[in-house]
């Protein structure tokens, strides 16, 4: 017998360029025989193959190649592939087929144990017994394992040998079933259904073409590897998988047919440089079920090649793809304060694919706890929200120590919002922001997040709202939370119904006939709400308040009319009338209590209706004026200036409601205790809703004045239009009103308002208003506004009570290359839009300066040691915000006015990348009046490829502190960090006072 056992492991770049001396090489050996004898044997037999047997042995293995093909199902190859083989392989190939033992590429059995000379003999992750050694001799059982079309191809070349054995040279590849195997080098032997892979080592030892595996569970890159098709078990060496967010590299490791991958040798990584990682876990021996998880013996941490004493007994690593249930793990911490923490703990659940839900909870060591809920949902082409929910109760310090607290705070955030395409008639949609003002103190997400801290209102509001498609009626329904931090006052709205009927022409025609009546312009529409609210409550004591007598309730009607009318083509008419009516279900009633000195409110329950009126006219009209300027002065670029002037005058009426026979005031008059008659004048409805129709009558003729400057400029780049408008005022306009029926103190505050656009980067926004009056000190030392104007005093139309504008504004480093980039485009042309071109008359506009293209410039000509090295670019980005204030100030007894004073703020926030893994953020604001700043939050960050480090500061102010983390980036590995932090409670300082 004779037996041929190819050595794999001892294979050679130059035995897989000449296969013929490799087989030479592997020449089979006499079991019984050796030496001189052997090897007279062999020359015998080399003989005989070659001379004597000839004919029948190439029958013969035409005969078994053909019986080899058949059964793969290889009818499609072409004729030279099944029939022609290489030439250095037809003297040896019968010496092939009549020498290989069953032994030796066979599925009879564990093929992965019948190797015994290769690299994989010792196979220390075997499973069990081998149940298949008791088919060793069954010789054609390896047909068996073979169901499929066996497709194969090789860039370089493609050599069988008898008894189906076949080599694949450069970037071969097999293809059987779900499996496909990619590698410089693949030896199959079919009969025996086994296929052994590696790559190739060129002349400078690289090695090229290292196997690539791929099957329903996953692809597995690798130095060697060795698989039974039959048996679907192999044996890999140096196998690479991506598993989840990590990669997976083991020095040996079995593949059993359950896919299941035993390993010895193992790492575990979500460094993407899995072949040199940053890090790794050193798996002593671990098992992997692809895309479900893995489950690992002892393993210790591994950074740039430093094993690290930190060890963990066991590892359990799951993966999925679906979308699933499981536990969330929570983040450990320590807090001076508060002490150890473990948070942001709790279990996922996977509703349904419309709907998760997240129950969280954090617990520390000096007893403070909380717990959180966090739930989204989504409904394509419906609805779409997140609600998120946290109770947090706060233990600080130690018992008996001057800075031990406790607290109890709540948060709760919900946005809703509703597709459009869901229903055009309804909407829903929710916004909801609150929380205690305790909360953003005590929780530890908030620490460095300076919007926390430096928002002071907080507002919710949901609302819902019909509409009707064939009535113009509409109802609504809302209710809204607006929440003051600083005093933790709260303002509640709850519940607010509105029914509002759009515009409509009553008098309108159906068929009209002719000209438009004048009747048929008249319009009409109506507005009813409901509401139900309460202010200035404080947050502890908002359930202790009664729903009858400290909410207020009301229910109002407005019905407004109007309609417009052309006088003389020009001047638009417009009457109008209001009438609004109220609804209130108490009212107030007040007596004088001589035993205590002062007035009582007295409630008086009952249906009340309180209703008033008014009723304007207003005209308006608009004159343009142009002016052509002289060219000696503005140059010919500017062409037109045009003024539009509008201005509106207005009537308004409206009776006085205070008298008597309304019923809305009374009038008490009264002696006290020291024997003084008083009169005191109440409102009967002065605490409900909606208010009280004011008392005075009121005819009151209003004046306003608006005006927009524009010229039209010549732009030589537009050689269509060929000029273009140029806004020098967008908007100026000014107003007052004389009410003819007061007695004194008739003009109102005179009002103001400027917008001026500086090109398209800024926009200039100043309103402010003017008071027309003087003053003087009455008996108790205060100012008070008397019947004198500053006309008549002091020459001026009035003095400024107020003005203020802010604008922001944001610059990088590109910034300033697009300035350079415009220069170059305008070349010898003047300022776009300044009308500042000097030139004389007679110059011609479209001279060689203007008809200058960019695009006809030479081009560059290329530096050729440009590409030597890498240009430095250091991006940033910072943006400024200016608020301006100028207003009154205290009054000043000896001027008799007010001084006044300028308060400015300036907000600014930038940004750095010193490199590309290297970014710094700051931001911060400060005050000029108190000159100081605000919080100062300043940000590091350092991107470490698999890794990321982040240090947040506040350097000064009552929040200082600092947070400091490194930690992987891989959410599945979120507990391998470091953390160090400091909250602001740490920076109590203790001592005696």
């Known amino acids: 017998m004779m037996d041929v056992q190819p050595d794999f492991k001892s294979i050679t770049l130059k035995q897989l360029k000449n296969p013929v001396r490799y087989l030479n090489a592997a020449r089979p050996k006499s079991r019984f025989c050796g030496g001189f004898f052997g090897s007279l044997s062999r020359f015998l037999l080399l003989i005989l193959l070659l001379y004597s047997t000839s004919a029948l042995q190439t029958i013969q293995a035409q005969s078994a190649f053909s019986k080899t093909i058949q ?53 220390s992750l075997q499973a069990g017994p081998d149940t298949l050694a008791a088919e060793d001799e069954k010789t054609d059982s390896g047909l068996e394992g073979i169901s499929t079309v066996v497709e194969y191809q090789a860039e370089d070349s493609l050599i069988f040998e008898g008894a189906g054995m076949g080599r694949l040279y450069k970037q071969g590849q097999v293809i059987y079933d779900d499996l496909n195997l990619e590698a410089d080098y693949i030896q199959m032997g079919m009969d025996s259904s086994l296929i052994y892979a590696s790559g190739v080592e060129d002349s400078t030892g690289t090695v090229t073409g290292d196997p690539v595996f791929k099957d329903a569970s996953g692809e597995y890159v690798s130095k060697n590897l060795k698989y039974n098709f039959n048996t679907r078990r192999g044996i890999i060496s140096q196998v690479v998988t991506q598993q989840g967010e990590g990669y997976v590299v083991s020095g040996l490791t079995k593949k059993m047919e359950d896919d299941a991958l035993y390993m010895v040798d193992g790492k575990y990584t979500t460094c993407e440089d899995h072949d040199h990682p940053h890090f ?159 909360y953003s103190r005590n929780d530890i997400a908030s620490y460095y997040n300076p919007e926390v801290f430096s928002t002071n209102t907080k507002s919710s509001s949901v609302n819902l709202t019909q509409r009707f498609p064939n009535f113009p009626l509409t109802l609504s329904a809302s209710m809204s939370v607006s929440q003051r931090s600083k005093d933790s006052v709260l303002t509640v709205s709850l519940p607010n119904l509105t029914a509002s009927v759009s515009r409509f ?80 279900t108490s009212s107030i009633d007040k007596f ?59 009537l308004s009426y409206r009776p006085d409601f205070g008298e008597s026979q309304y019923g809305y005031y009374e009038t008490l008059n009264y ?21 009280t129709p004011g008392r005075g009558k009121s ?100 003095r400024l009570v107020g003005t203020g504008t802010s604008f922001s504004y944001s610059i990088n480093n590109d910034t300033f290359k697009k300035k350079e980039k415009d220069k170059k485009g305008k070349g010898g042309g003047g300022l776009s839009g300044s009308g500042g071109d000097l030139s004389g ?25 440009a590409a030597l090295y890498q240009p430095f670019k250091m991006p940033w980005n910072v943006s400024l915000s200016y608020t301006l204030r100028y207003a009154r100030a205290g009054f000043n007894k000896e001027r008799l006015e007010y001084d006044m004073r300028l308060m400015h703020n300036l907000s600014f926030n930038g940004n750095l990348s010193l490199t590309d893994k290297w970014k710094f953020t700051l931001g911060s604001s400060y005050n000029f009046n108190t000159k100081q700043l605000s919080t100062v939050n300043c940000t590091v960050t350092r991107d470490l490829h698999c890794w990321q480090m982040s240090a947040s500061f506040i350097p000064v102010g009552r929040f200082k502190s600092y947070n400091f983390s490194i930690r992987v980036k891989s959410g599945m590995l979120q507990d391998l960090k470091y953390e160090q932090q400091q909250n602001p409670r740490d920076n109590v300082v203790w001592g005696i006072r």
């Open 280 to 438: 790794y876990l050193q798996l002593s021996k671990a098992k992997v079920r692809p895309k479900k998880n893995i489950v690992a013996g002892p393993a210790h941490l591994v950074v740039e090649d430093v094993h690290l004493p930190l060890f963990i007994p066991f590892g359990f690593f799951p993966f999925t793809e679906s979308y699933s249930s499981g536990i969330i793990t929570p983040t450990y911490g320590d807090e001076l304060s508060r002490g150890f923490y473990l948070k942001d703990g709790g279990y996922y659940f996977a509703i349904s694919d419309y709907l998760d839900l997240a129950l969280t909870g954090e617990l520390y060591s000096k007893g403070s706890w909380g717990a959180r809920l966090r739930t989204n949902y989504r409904k394509r082409y419906k609805f779409s929200g997140a609600l998120n929910a946290s109770y947090l109760v706060s233990v600080t310090s130690e018992k008996n120590l001057p800075d031990y607290a406790q607290s109890q705070n709540l948060s709760l955030t919900w946005s809703h919002s509703q597709d459009p395409k869901a229903n055009p008639f309804r909407s829903f949609s929710a916004s909801v922001n609150f929380a205690t003002s305790g």
């Open 505 to 584: 022409y009553p008098f309108k025609r159906k068929n009209p006939v002719g000209r438009e009546r004048f009747y048929e312009k008249i319009s009409m529409s109506y507005t009813g709400s409901l509401a139900n609210s309460i202010s200035e409550v404080k947050e502890y004591d908002f359930f202790k308040k009664s729903l009858v007598r400290d909410w207020r309730n009301g229910m109002r009607h407005s019905i407004p009319i109007a309609a417009t009318f052309n006088v003389l083509n020009y001047i638009n008419i417009t009457p109008s009338f209001s009438y609004t009516e109220r609804w209130y």
């Open 71 to 123: 059964k793969d199902s290889l009818k499609s190859a072409p004729p030279t592939e099944r029939s022609l083989l290489p030439d250095s392989l037809s003297n040896s190939l019968s010496e092939s087929t009549a020498n290989t033992s069953a032994e030796g590429l066979s599925d009879q059995g564990d093929s992965i144990r019948t190797l015994s000379e290769s690299p994989f003999a010792a196979d």
């Open 699 to 798: 005819g009151t003729v209003s004046f306003n004045v608006a005006n927009n400057l524009e010229m039209k400029v010549r732009d030589d780049k537009d050689t269509v239009n060929q000029f273009k408008k140029v806004s020098l005022i967008d908007n100026f306009s000014f107003g007052t009103s004389y009410n003819m029926a007061a007695d004194s103190l008739n003009w109102s505050n005179i009002s103001a308002n400027i917008r001026i656009k500086f090109g398209d980067l800024y926009t200039l926004n100043l309103s402010g208003s003017f008071d027309p009056y003087t003053y003087i000190l009455n008996s108790a030392g205060n100012p008070v506004r008397v019947n004198v104007t500053q006309f008549e005093k002091y020459g001026i139309p009035g």
């Open 592 to 650: 004088y209590d001589p035993g205590l000195d002062q007035l009582v409110t007295d409630t008086v329950w009952g249906f009340n209706r309180v209703w008033d009126y008014s009723a304007s006219v207003s005209a308006s009209t608009k004159l343009y004026g142009f002016f052509q300027p002289l060219p000696q002065l503005f140059g010919t670029k500017v062409n037109t200036i045009r003024h539009v002037f509008t201005p509106s005058v207005s």
């Open 671 to 691: 002696m006290d205790v020291n024997g003084n008659e008083k009169t005191h004048t109440y409102s009967r409805y002065q605490n409900s809703l909606y208010g």
């Open 841 to 865: 008359p007679g110059d011609d506009l479209s001279g060689p300066g203007d008809e200058t293209d960019a695009s006809d410039e030479p081009e560059p000509i290329p530096d050729p040691e």
